[in-house]
């Protein structure tokens, strides 16, 4: 036989041999037959098996495409390799080996009589009963679920009296929601909506939560999606990312040209000081620091909803999508953000997404505090293992912070260029308003501390201790154009290493001078730094 062999021996030598090999289950033949019926035509064999036995088994249930030999990494590339190509790759598994490529399918379906443990979790559809049969009867079910979804939405609209649209807002229609996410929908009618309406939204709304979805939804004609907007700032924003999902194409077009009138008509200006007011309460409830020990990587200081903020900005004054539409000569606004500056942004969402469907699987729930007893586990989830005398939670912890700190800073850089864009270069106060103030080579700009023209830090990085050491003389903020240009031009700081003038200023604005220790303010400035 080829399949395992064990041997079993005494002290007088060998007296026996166990040889071990697969019987294929008598069910597996009606079982591919069934997939072939529904449509299902290339059925491939992925196995870790010999190559031999594995071509034994393709050829008894009538496989012809198989591979044997195969790591689980081998078996996920050869998922996504499908996936390039087009084709929708639906996963049936039962082994640990088997759940990466569980997670990398389009649909991942565990077998799982046992627990499953890993690959449970790696899969988008658990069974609890090891017969084939049962992949048959889900696929089946959710093939019937999504016909009846289109038919009762089309039903519905096609029963209203008058027209309507079904438009995906907020993160739904961003394309953008974690595992247990709400999804919001907006009815938009051509008039005022009639009872008729309401009767057909609220058919498909019971729809929708009998499936167990959490819908927040709102019904409304265009005039009255004009006129929240106009009043509510977290409605205006939800509608900025407005989809079609189904129904009048028109009319939701003649809502999607009136919303943004309405925007243009009422200036950028408005929007971008309601959403800094509004990301600044944030910060106050949520922590005023991105270095809290359990943060909330939603609402807290460096997390999702601050680069959130940042994309409404940039897409309320520039029309963009990503941040990567910013870069380059170009680019609206003509590059304000560097291509590396624009790859940190998507780095940090890619992690913090990360993070957060993490947490909400472990958690079974919205849940988006990084809490002391969830940090270890959903670092374990994403390979965070222990280094040296670093724990694996402690690397994790430590990425998240660096991840939160490079979000303040993309903050810091971005803003002020779409404020800047949006309303115009700050009035400066001229020379004769403050002439010793000006022969430092810093200026007033809407009262704060900016740096004069031709005495910018890349020409003079003396300039980047100097500006601190003004502020905190006469009691001056930053300007935000100002910490931009501190964050462009860290790197000058190194050409002061070994400066004894610079030297001085470090430990002034650490400690202050003798007798002026209560102006110093050491922490403060040194933040800054």
């Known amino acids: 036989a080829d399949g395992l062999r064990a041997y079993i021996g005494t002290s007088s030598g060998a007296v026996g041999r166990i040889e071990f090999a697969d019987e294929l289950r008598a069910d597996l033949t009606p079982f591919f037959a069934s997939l072939d019926h529904l449509g299902i035509r290339d059925t491939q064999l992925l196995s870790g098996d010999k190559t031999e036995n ?41 082994g640990t080996n088997d759940a990466p490529a569980l997670s990398a399918a389009t649909v991942g379906i565990a077998l799982a009589g046992h627990g499953g443990g890993v690959v449970a979790e790696a899969a988008d559809v658990v069974l609890l009963i090891d017969e084939p049969s049962r992949v048959i009867e889900a696929i089946a079910i959710g093939r019937r679920s999504l016909r009846i979804a289109r038919q009762s939405i089309g039903v519905g609209l096609g029963l209203s009296l008058i027209g309507m649209a079904v438009a995906a807002t907020g993160g739904y229609g961003r394309g953008v929601l974690a595992p247990f996410s709400d999804i919001d929908l907006l009815f938009i009618t051509g ?53 079609l999902l189904a129904g009048e194409p028109a009319l939701f077009g003649l809502f999607e040209n009136r919303f943004l009138t309405f925007c243009a008509s009422d200036g950028a200006g408005s929007f971008i000081t309601a959403k800094q007011a509004e990301r600044d309460a944030r910060h106050h409830r949520y922590g005023e620091t991105p270095f809290l020990v359990e943060p909330n990587i939603k609402e807290g200081r460096g997390g999702l909803r601050d680069l959130q903020t940042l994309y409404w900005m940039s897409r309320y004054v520039f029309g ?6 910013l870069v380059g000569p170009e680019s609206p606004g003509g590059g304000i953000l560097t291509d590396a500056e624009a790859k940190h942004a998507r780095r940090s969402w890619d992690f913090l997404w990360t993070v957060r469907f993490h947490l909400h699987y472990v958690a079974g729930r919205a849940e988006d505090r990084l809490t002391f007893d969830l940090q270890p586990v959903v670092g374990a989830r994403m390979g965070y293992t222990r280094h040296g005398r670093q724990d694996g939670v402690e690397r994790f912890m430590r990425h998240y912070f ?12 971005l803003e002020p260029a779409i404020v800047r864009a949006a309303l115009g270069p700050p009035a400066l106060a001229g020379a004769a ?34 500006i601190l050491q003004v502020a905190r003389e006469r009691g001056l903020d930053l300007h935000p154009l100002a910490i931009r240009a501190l964050i462009r031009h860290e790197r000058g700081g190194v050409a002061l290493r070994g400066d004894p003038a610079a030297g001085a200023l470090f430990l002034d604005l650490l400690s202050g001078r003798d007798g002026e220790h209560s102006h110093a303010e050491g922490a403060k400035w040194i933040a800054v730094l």
């Open 54 to 94: 594995v071509a034994k088994v393709a050829g008894a249930v009538g496989i012809k495409t198989f591979a044997g030999n195969l790591s689980p990494e081998d078996k996920v590339n050869r998922v996504r390799a499908l996936e390039k190509s087009g084709r929708r790759v639906l996963m049936v598994g039962d």
């Open 191 to 243: 008039d005022t909506p009639s009872p008729h309406s309401f009767a057909t939204v609220e058919f498909m709304l019971y729809f929708l939560w009998d499936l167990g979805l959490k819908v927040g939804h709102a019904t409304r004609s265009v005039e009255e999606c004009l006129a929240e907007a106009g009043r509510d700032l977290t409605v205006r924003t939800s509608m900025i990312d407005a989809r």
């Open 320 to 325: 963009t999508q990503v941040m990567g539409e």
């Open 402 to 413: 660096l991840t939160a700190r490079e979000i303040t800073r993309i903050t810091a850089v």
């Open 433 to 466: 308003n403050d002439a010793a103030l000006h022969e430092e080579g810093f200026v007033l700009a809407d009262g704060k501390l900016l740096c004069a023209p031709g005495n910018d830090f890349g020409r003079h990085p003396m300039a980047i201790l100097r």
